[in-house]
């Protein structure tokens, strides 16, 4: 499709998306929706519907009727620290309104609107975007609605992504106040899966050069955020892009009740002598019981890698799945030939 007729595509599809912004006519299709799915289960929340150029990530009606060529800027539809590090505020209406699909989605949920949807999925796909962490800041409306909806009887599954830009300048209050944990506290103890993202990928002060960079000053306890007590039957644990400290991280899989079954510890970055993702998974395989359990029990551990600072590219990545399982249960080695592999278990708190 020539780049012109692209262009005028283009405009004509963001008249439209005004239009039915401004009426509201999307959060009345998704209304009528959840009337007519009886037996819906799952809703996700996505920025990243438009995935990469020619590449949706979701074949929503819409995007299937695209044409075929056409080639175009792709939106976003939330905001997110691609440019710069503070996130946005929590406070106006106006600043709320960022995250419109959010807002509808636990407002409906928290009115016991289709009863039967016990999944809530963020997926922003490795964008560094989400909901602001500054949502947990302070008492408000939204907050008390996600309540209602982890407190649904039966509720199995939550995947939270935030940004948390600016933080550190903020002594991370969004993740030390406690709210976050009270909110996840008041999950169902059907609670099967559980994953938290953030945006954060290197050490704090890291393009600043300053002095702070991944000292202690920058840790919040996990146990201080994920109340694994209450969920006896958590069978997914997620954690990516997260400043951790490796003894901490043994804490918390030390806590996973025995129906874990899958763990997920992705993009970590590891503080100043806060140990490393090598030694991390030294000690997993010493000192957890593990590799004493039946094989079908065992739980499978997935991590997550950027490519080498030049070649970062949003929303790609490397997966290892299979080689820590091999190491971790069938005595494989911990490093083997290969340049990324090596890579790995480079000795740093920054892989």
């Known amino acids: 499709m020539p780049v012109f007729e692209s262009w005028l595509l283009?405009?004509?599809?963001?008249?439209?998306q005004n239009e039915v912004l401004k009426d509201g006519s999307d959060i009345k299709a998704f209304e009528y929706g959840l009337e007519r799915f009886?037996?819906?289960?799952?809703?996700?929340?996505?920025?990243?519907?438009?995935?990469?150029?020619?590449?949706?990530?979701?074949?929503?009606?819409?995007?299937?009727?695209?044409?075929?060529?056409f080639n175009y800027n792709i939106p976003r539809g939330w905001p997110g620290t691609y440019d710069h590090l503070q996130c946005e505020p929590w406070e106006t209406e106006t600043d709320k309104e960022q995250w419109r699909g959010f807002r509808e989605?636990?407002?409906?949920?928290?009115?016991?609107?289709?009863p039967s949807v016990k999944d809530l999925?963020?997926?922003?796909h490795q964008l560094p975007t989400g909901l602001t962490c500054h949502f947990f800041d302070n008492p408000c409306r939204e907050y008390d609605q996600l309540v209602a909806v982890l407190r649904r009887p039966g509720f199995?599954?939550?995947?939270?992504?935030?940004?948390?830009?600016?933080?550190p300048s903020f002594d991370w209050i969004s993740f030390r106040n406690g709210r976050?944990?009270?909110?996840?506290?008041?999950?169902?103890?059907?609670?099967?899966?559980?994953?938290?993202?953030?945006?954060?990928?290197?050490?704090?002060?890291?393009?600043?050069?300053l002095d702070s960079s991944g000292l202690p000053y920058h840790f919040t306890p996990l146990l201080d955020i994920f109340p694994i007590e209450r969920w006896p039957k958590l069978r997914h644990f997620g954690l990516s892009k997260f400043l951790v400290r490796q003894d901490d991280v043994m804490s918390l899989l030390v806590a996973l009740p025995a129906s874990i079954r899958t763990i997920e510890l992705s993009f970590l970055c590891f503080l100043n002598d806060g140990g490393s993702y090598k030694a991390l998974l030294d000690e997993m395989r010493d000192t957890l019981d593990w590799r004493t359990r039946d094989a079908a029990v065992r739980p499978k551990v997935k991590i997550g890698l950027d490519g080498y600072?030049?070649?970062?590219?949003?929303?790609?990545a490397i997966w290892l799945e299979r080689e820590v399982d091999s190491f971790l249960y069938e005595g494989g080695p911990g490093s083997s030939r290969g340049r990324e592999v090596r890579r790995w278990w480079y000795d740093t708190g920054r892989i």
Not at 10 to 16: H, K, N, S
């Open 309 to 316: 600072y030049s070649d970062v590219v949003y929303g790609r």
């Open 38 to 69: 009886p037996a819906l289960e799952r809703i996700t929340l996505t920025p990243a519907a438009h995935g990469f150029t020619f590449k949706p990530l979701y074949g929503t009606p819409m995007l299937r009727s695209l044409p075929y060529g």
């Open 156 to 167: 199995r599954r939550f995947d939270l992504a935030l940004t948390a830009g600016g933080q």
């Open 180 to 209: 976050i944990r009270r909110a996840l506290a008041e999950a169902s103890e059907d609670l099967e899966h559980i994953h938290l993202r953030t945006d954060w990928g290197d050490e704090p002060d890291f393009n600043t050069g």
């Open 121 to 124: 999925v963020i997926d922003v």
């Open 10 to 16: 283009c405009c004509e599809y963001a008249d439209r």
């Open 105 to 114: 989605v636990i407002r409906c949920l928290a009115e016991n609107k289709a």
